[in-house]
């Protein structure tokens, strides 16, 4: 049986989390993964789990709890008529494959080269979001045929190893091809169903050292972890979406691109082991 100390340490850092994590999701528009992976390598590293596998026990917990609020927030969005079908459709399948991979890859890589990972591409998303000018553009519409094959697997592949969802590279991606921003984020709820279910799937038959995971772990994804942020998230969120319509977000957003800079930054610290 779980020692009753180690879940009620767990359970008031997760608490915290979720709660953190839903007002900045809600206030941002930020994916919670962005802030989730961070936060749970903090917790279970807290409360002395490590192993060569900590990282992807990150990535596929943060990744259940992006299945439940991507689903939740595209069918909101879709009854505002928001979410681009079209581009789903067209991007779906890419994205889903590039998933899969991803959990290949990430499965056979020690947590170090995933912290590395997530510090370089971390300080990416956080120079677009400090630094990024809604009139940048790559073309007029989002591409198809050959060149959909050749990125779609991509957006999959790289958030599967960042244990985030669809907000994080299809929010720009969309924007630089000419989509509206609130279709974008709209649709990118879509690509964040798509890149987490099959990726949830195929780390529940990961297989981590009993030593080296939390209690109620199945796979790679904690059960216990899961269940907390879900619900505190979709308690905050909401006081973050008010919190956005009562101040200016775009200050907001250049505070957290440094936030999430610094983050990116210590994880980077830590894979080199500095």
């Known amino acids: 049986m779980p020692e009753t100390m180690l879940l009620a340490q767990m359970l008031g850092l997760l608490l915290v989390i979720g709660a953190l994590a839903g007002v900045l999701a809600g206030l941002l528009g930020v994916g919670g993964g962005i802030v989730l992976v961070p936060a749970f390598f903090y917790a279970f590293h807290t409360l002395g789990y490590g192993g060569p596998q900590l990282m992807q026990l990150c990535l596929a917990t943060s990744l259940a709890t992006i299945m439940v609020t991507s689903t939740r927030s595209v069918l909101s969005h879709n009854k505002k ?12 399948p890419g994205i889903a494959v590039g998933a899969l991979i991803g959990v290949l890859v990430a499965s056979a890589l020690r947590t170090e080269f995933l912290q590395a990972l997530f510090g370089i591409l971390g300080m990416v998303i956080g120079a677009y979001l400090g630094f990024g000018r809604s009139e940048w553009r790559l073309g007029e519409m989002m591409p198809k ?3 959909r094959a050749a990125m779609s697997p991509f957006v999959g ?6 244990g985030i969802g669809g907000g994080s590279f299809g929010v720009p991606l969309m924007s630089l091809y000419n ?11 879509g690509f964040g169903v798509i890149i987490a279910v099959p990726s949830v799937l195929g780390f529940l038959f990961l297989d981590i050292a009993p030593e080296h995971r939390p209690p109620l772990t199945i796979g790679a994804v904690n059960l216990v972890a899961f269940g907390i942020v879900i619900t505190m998230t979709m308690i905050t969120a909401p006081w973050g979406v008010r919190l956005a319509h009562a101040m200016d977000p775009k200050p907001l957003r250049r505070v957290f691109a440094l ?15 500095w």
Request: aromatic share 8%.
């Open 81 to 92: 008529g928001a979410v681009d079908w079209a581009i789903l459709r067209g991007w779906g």
């Open 145 to 147: 045929g050959v060149k």
């Open 157 to 162: 592949f790289l958030s599967v190893l960042m």
């Open 179 to 189: 989509t509206p921003i609130h279709r974008a984020v709209a649709t990118a709820a």
């Open 259 to 273: 936030f999430l800079t610094l983050v990116a930054l210590n994880m980077l610290r830590k894979a080199l082991g």
